[in-house]
């Protein structure tokens, strides 16, 4: 997932994508804890999409708040 994609995404599908990220990155905890998954590098990865998508969600926050101010 790179940034660049993401910021061409509305802020309704940004919450949904990070939402699928966040049941994602359950999923693969409960898999580790119970020793069904050995996928162990895909953590690192959800949880850098999670944080891009919460990055480019800021964006959109501090640019609609310095539309607004103006």
């Given at each position: 997932?790179?940034?660049?994609?993401?910021?061409?995404?509305?802020?309704?599908?940004?919450?949904?994508?990070?939402?699928e990220l966040r049941r994602e990155?359950?999923?693969?905890?409960?898999?580790?804890?119970?020793?069904?998954?050995?996928?162990?590098?895909?953590?690192?990865?959800?949880?850098?999409?999670?944080?891009?998508?919460?990055?480019?969600?800021?964006?959109?926050?501090?640019?609609?708040?310095?539309?607004?101010?103006?």
């Open positions: 997932m790179k940034a660049s994609d993401l910021r061409s995404k509305s802020a309704e599908e940004l919450r949904q994508d990070l939402v990155q359950f999923n693969l905890r409960m898999q580790s804890a119970t020793g069904e998954s050995n996928r162990h590098h895909e953590h690192g990865r959800v949880r850098k999409d999670i944080a891009r998508v919460k990055t480019v969600m800021s964006e959109l926050n501090n640019a609609a708040a310095a539309e607004e101010s103006k």
